[in-house]
């Protein structure tokens, strides 16, 4: 089992964590004043930060490679996103023309590239089509709030690839002509990489030589040097071509996790034994998940509204306000919020899906699911539940839900009323966009994955004990005090309360206090090998501070994710922070 030590810590505001890592998840954000900082745009964080949360930041060799194409084809007015798939950009420029207004509905333009490396010098590589959507600089903010809700951009390992390719092709090119630039026309289209336009008319995309003939300063630094090492040495320990194979071993994983075991206690009638890997599908991220899996709905019924039940994750609930007709929002997930529900379905009200977390985050409220899933069958809609924060190896709820979605990307790093349908709609709709690095790196991590959880699930308990016991603690949000009688019906024998927990103490100075002492790493993102804290309102809500409180979510809570740390060693760093406190 791997373990974890401080003595790397990022301290220095933008760093990646972990340190030295190009596909970081998470970027350091030390200080309280730090967060507040990054929300408002402020300089001196946003300019020194080498990396970010996927869906948040642009991964700096994402942005290298978005560059050179727009250096290439775009126009000086426009900016551009990649995506894995044609389909991906189609549904971005949908977006776009719903939600920017302009009076040039052809002012969003899509193209293709293809890039090829040298099949005579690497067998195991393969051609890689980058799929690019342009649109007016004034428009980014837009696009890339597509990139976010629906965690569909490009992989920043898909992006280190193509530009590993470009770079070996700029190398040869600048040994074989060491002063001259070749501008022969051909050369880009025919013999690297070829360009599609998305309509009738020709892109403006006159080749300015090579695609590759930028690259000669990506790979000139101690620092990518590093990162490949460590990539080479800890991570990439399969070849691209295995990629399928790894995928496979994932789904069988997961599958394996959702059988129900001998011991549970947990009621039969909704056990599903059947399972296999091919009801299983892989996508680049959990929010990706949650998203297809409400396009999916979409498809396969008549286009209604959902219900967001509980105050989930940020982009869950923009997802389902955002694309579709919108949605009921019942944020505190309590019995009152079902009482209501009951009474819109008693009124004749029709719903294409209810999406709940179990629990949920950041408040681990555990939503009644044998109440819902009598309500879900008596008046014929499905129920979807993100069991990211649970996980397969603590709760059991996948015989309560009609799609269960998961983060493969967290700590894992058929019977059915409308199984059919939704079997249908998927096979035909679906795409996969999981790229094969990724997937080898996924299928490595997870495979001491229950080992993982179960030390994790020891140390959390044993801190929020610590934290529960202070009277400088306010509110202590734990599956183990919060809802725990319906938490603990869906607990396996063997399983514990997680490594999520959110604190929130009597001011606002005080959660100050403790979290810029706190001595640990401190980012965004969950579910990683080593603890990681956030002021998760200032992070997830700054701009909508009143009405996150209004649902218990208060300006200072604190979001924690334990990890494989020495349990002791912990304990005496969360009660340091504890003793930080002066009010």
Not at 173 to 181: D, F, G, H, I, W
Not at 325 to 351: Q, R, T, V, W
Not at 425 to 450: C, H, K, M, P, Q
Request: one cysteine or more.
């Amino acid at each position: 089992m791997p373990t974890t030590s401080y003595s790397n810590l990022p301290t220095e505001v933008g760093s990646p964590i972990p340190t030295n890592t190009p596909h970081a998840i998470s970027v350091a954000l030390p200080t309280w004043q730090d967060n507040v900082d990054y929300e408002e745009g402020r300089e001196r964080v946003v300019n020194r930060m080498l990396t970010g949360y996927p869906r948040f930041f642009i991964n700096k060799q994402i942005e290298k490679l978005m560059s050179i194409c727009e250096e290439k084809f775009a126009k000086p007015s426009e900016s551009s996103l990649l995506f894995p798939s044609r389909k991906v950009t189609e549904r971005c420029r949908a977006y776009l023309r719903r939600y920017y207004e302009s009076n040039n509905p052809n002012c969003f333009r899509l193209a293709e590239i293809i890039v090829t490396p040298d099949q005579s010098k690497s067998l195991t590589q393969v051609n890689i089509t980058l799929h690019i959507i342009f649109f007016p600089k004034e428009a980014f903010s837009v696009a890339k709030s597509f990139w976010q809700h629906t965690g569909d951009g490009i992989s920043s390992r898909l992006a280190e690839y193509v530009l590993n390719i470009l770079q070996t092709k700029s190398n040869e090119q600048y040994t074989k002509n060491l002063y001259k630039v070749s501008t022969k026309r051909a050369s880009f289209c025919k013999r690297y990489s070829s360009i599609q336009a998305s309509s009738s008319r020709n892109l403006d995309c006159e080749p300015k030589g090579t695609l590759f003939t930028d690259i000669t300063s990506i790979n000139d630094s101690t620092f990518v040097e590093q990162n490949f090492y460590v990539e080479e040495r800890y991570g990439r320990n399969l070849p691209i071509s295995f990629a399928e194979k790894a995928k496979l071993e994932l789904k069988r994983r997961i599958v394996s996790s959702l059988k129900i075991d001998e011991e549970s206690s947990i009621p039969t009638e909704r056990i599903v034994k059947d399972v296999t890997e091919k009801e299983v599908f892989l996508f680049p991220s959990g929010m990706s998940s949650i998203f297809h899996a409400h396009r999916f709905l979409l498809t396969a019924f008549p286009p209604r509204k959902s219900i967001c039940f509980g105050f989930t994750y940020v982009d869950t609930l923009k997802i389902l306000q955002k694309f579709g007709p919108g949605c009921y929002f019942y944020g505190n997930g309590s019995s009152s919020d079902i009482d209501e529900i009951e009474s819109l379905l008693e009124s004749g009200e029709k719903i294409l899906a209810l999406f709940c977390e179990f629990p949920s985050n950041p408040l681990c409220k555990s939503p009644d699911l044998k109440r819902l899933r009598t309500l879900a069958d008596k008046y014929d809609f499905p129920i979807v539940i993100d069991e990211t924060i649970g996980n397969f190896v603590n709760v059991k709820v996948f015989e309560w839900t009609d799609i269960m979605v998961s983060s493969l990307t967290k700590i894992f790093s058929g019977d059915r009323r409308y199984y059919e349908v939704l079997k249908k709609v998927i096979n035909s709709e679906y795409e996969d966009l999981l790229w094969g690095e990724d997937a080898i790196f996924l299928e490595r991590n997870s495979r001491t994955f229950r080992e993982r959880i179960m030390k994790i699930n020891e140390s959390a308990e044993a801190i929020c004990e610590l934290l529960r016991n202070s009277p400088k603690v306010k509110k202590l949000y734990y599956p183990k005090y919060i809802t725990p009688n319906i938490y603990l019906q869906y607990m396996i024998v063997k399983g514990g309360f997680g490594g999520l927990f959110s604190i929130i103490f009597h001011s606002d100075l005080a959660s100050q206090q403790f979290f810029d002492s706190l001595v640990i790493a401190k980012g965004p993102s969950l579910g990683t090998n080593f603890t990681l804290a956030c002021p998760y309102t200032i992070l997830a809500h700054y701009h909508e501070l009143d009405w996150a409180s209004s649902y218990g979510v208060e300006p200072g809570l604190i979001r924690v994710s334990v990890g494989l740390e020495d349990k002791i060693d912990l304990l005496e760093r969360f009660q340091q922070s504890l003793d930080a406190i002066t009010e």
